[in-house]
């Protein structure tokens, strides 16, 4: 099946810091990219969905300004968490439909934040 | 309201024996519905998906059943190994994709 692969698979930061996760695409294009955030022992939940060039559609509670995503080609979609707070820390999921028939959408390994 | 619930929420196997998890979902327009397997820190990764018309799908040791009219599906594990410890989540897609909490499934030695 199609690959999905995120960057980097696990950071830890400082309070206040930003940090920028990385979702490629490798042998597809992906005019849609989802990112999802999971905490323990709990579902996928999804942030934001973005359009290759436009603006990213975010979920009710996710604020924009904190989580910005970039859409910026086909193959690249990068969510920042600007500002990160211990709150944030969570395992972030990115995901691209492929467009078959089915519309099967590929995850990516995930990126897990850790926020000191 | 769209739901999907699956059940039980976690499970406890001796390897190699069989296991059955359910998946119950209320969404609507159904699309389709995937089984995934997600391994602790890693990202879903498919094993089935199926169609309004599909009732049964094997991949391997993996067999997801599914009716349409009650709505349930099930994915049924054959002769269990260590490696199935995962968790395994139910997608239903409507014009949104829908998840299921998922089922914890350990299998012991």
Redesign the interface.
Known sequence: ?AV?S?HPSWVICKSGTSVKIECRSLDFQATTMFWYRQFP????M?MATSNEGSKATYEQGVEKDKFLINHASLTLSTLTVTSAHPEDSS?Y?C?GIFSGI?????????T?LTVL | KNQVEQSPQSLIILEGKNCTLQCNYTVSPFSNLRWYKQDTGRGPVSLTIMTFSENTKSNGRYTATLDADTKQSSLHITASQLSDSASYICVVRANNLFFGTGTRLTVIP
């Open positions: 099946g999905v995120q022992k709990q579902s996928l999804l395992f999921i995901s089915f519309k099967e959408q590929f995850f990516g390994p995930g897990r």
